[in-house]
């Protein structure tokens, strides 16, 4: 009973590294999300999608790029990671409908970008 | 700016007692609200939710109310308890979720 698995837990990047924060779900839900919670500001929406093809911006999506090839995964890629990305970021699924709301999150990744 | 608001980032209280969490929001088209509930080293999980054409709903000891004139959310727990110890943030929806900034309650014995 995996849920939302998001890999890895911690990661230390220097500037302008690029990497790939990895999300997976194994409920079968059409919509996916990633988040970062920084210290003050909430639960941000960086991008999300609503199905296998289909993404969209959210609230703060410049530096970062997503796809999603499948339905169960959805890889938030950093590009040129900056000391501003450090925060920790939460993937969430959710089914359509009705309950699209009521996101399931992972455990979260915390990144810090030195 | 920011449309989903939590102004009290922390509240204590004392275990039996109730706890009562604010939320004020400024964005007339949302349409469902929620609370989330997170504990350290953990992602947020979904405790209660409220649609725009309710003004209260409840689950066990947790009550949502929403006053929409006001724009404003609030959660009830009662009785709060030790492990109700968390940060809680409150959602809302139009289109996508906008969390607030979370309110961290502390339930002492």
């Known amino acids: 009973n995996a849920g939302v698995t998001q890999t890895p837990k911690f990661q230390v990047l220097k500037t302008g590294q690029s990497m790939t924060l990895q999300c997976a779900q194994d409920m079968n839900h059409e919509y996916m999300s990633w988040y970062r919670q920084d210290p003050g500001m909430g639960l941000r929406l960086i991008h999300y999608?609503?199905?296998?093809?289909?993404?969209d911006q959210g609230e703060v999506p410049n530096g970062y790029n997503v796809s999603r090839s499948t339905t169960e995964d959805f890889p938030l890629r950093l590009l040129s990671a900056a000391p501003s990305q450090t925060s920790v970021y939460f993937c969430?699924?959710?089914?359509?409908?009705?309950?699209?709301?009521?996101?399931?999150f992972g455990a979260g990744t915390r990144l810090s970008v030195l | 700016d920011q449309q989903v608001k939590q102004n009290s980032p922390s509240l204590s209280v004392q275990e039996g007692r109730i706890s009562i969490l604010n939320c004020d929001y400024t964005?007339?088209?949302?349409?469902?609200f929620l609370w989330y509930k997170k504990y350290p080293a953990e992602g947020p999980t979904f405790l209660i939710s409220?649609?725009?054409?309710?003004d209260k709903n409840e689950d066990g000891r947790f009550t949502v109310f929403l006053n929409k004139s006001a724009k404003h959310l609030s959660l009830h727990i009662v009785p709060s308890q030790p492990g109700d110890s968390a940060v809680y943030f409150c959602?809302?929806?139009?289109?996508?979720?906008?969390f607030g900034t979370g309110t961290r309650l502390q339930v002492f014995p």
């Open positions: 959602a809302a929806s139009a289109d996508k979720l906008i």
């Open positions: 964005n007339s088209m949302f349409d469902y």
């Open positions: 409220i649609s725009s054409i309710k």
């Open positions: 969430a699924s959710s089914s359509s409908g009705s309950r699209r709301y009521i996101q399931y």
């Open positions: 999608s609503v199905g296998a093809g289909i993404t």
